[in-house]
């Protein structure tokens, strides 16, 4: 069964610059604190990373996957499908960064996370692993953007 989560908050930073931010892989480990590695795989014709593994922590292991990025015609969207996972099955979302009207240098961000682990978990369990998956993509996020912006 796929667990799904949409979360939104409010970053004190440009969506341009939220953007730069979470296409910078190499620096998610300084960051995400589950993330221990992000490599590189693939670059599309503009220089941008497609396939970018990962290595984390999760539920008090370690956990190796490998993610597609698609940016689309939509500068301030990045989205992304799992491609090969030891844990799950799936592991997809996006970012939107959207301005705040009245407020140029304020973003919104809405994440999105859909997974479906390959590992059957009691309730509490998931809903821990999905509170800790949301935290890091917002709030981590947040304190990571807003330090480079000063």
């Known amino acids: 069964m796929v667990d799904q989560a949409t979360e939104r908050t409010t970053i004190n930073a440009t969506p341009d ?8 892989f190499e620096r998610y480990p300084e960051w995400a604190s589950d993330i221990k590695m ?5 670059l599309d014709d503009q220089g941008r990373a497609v396939d970018v593994e990962f290595r984390a922590a999760a539920m008090g ?16 969207r990045l989205a992304w499908r799992l491609q090969e996972g030891d844990v799950t099955r ?24 859909a997974v479906d682990l ?7 369990v998931k809903r821990r692993a999905e509170a800790r998956l949301l935290r890091t993509a ?5 304190c ?5 912006t000063k």
């Open 17 to 24: 610059q939220c953007f730069e931010a979470v296409i910078d």
């Open 38 to 42: 992000s490599r590189i795989l693939s």
């Open 61 to 76: 292991r370690s956990t190796t996957y490998t993610l597609r990025y698609f940016y689309g015609s939509n500068p301030r």
């Open 90 to 113: 799936r592991l997809d979302g996006e970012y939107e960064f959207l301005p705040v009207p009245g407020a140029p240098t304020e973003t919104e961000v809405v994440y999105h996370l």
């Open 118 to 124: 390959s590992v059957p978990l009691p309730g509490f």
């Open 138 to 142: 917002l709030e981590d996020f947040t």
């Open 144 to 148: 990571f953007v807003e330090g480079r």
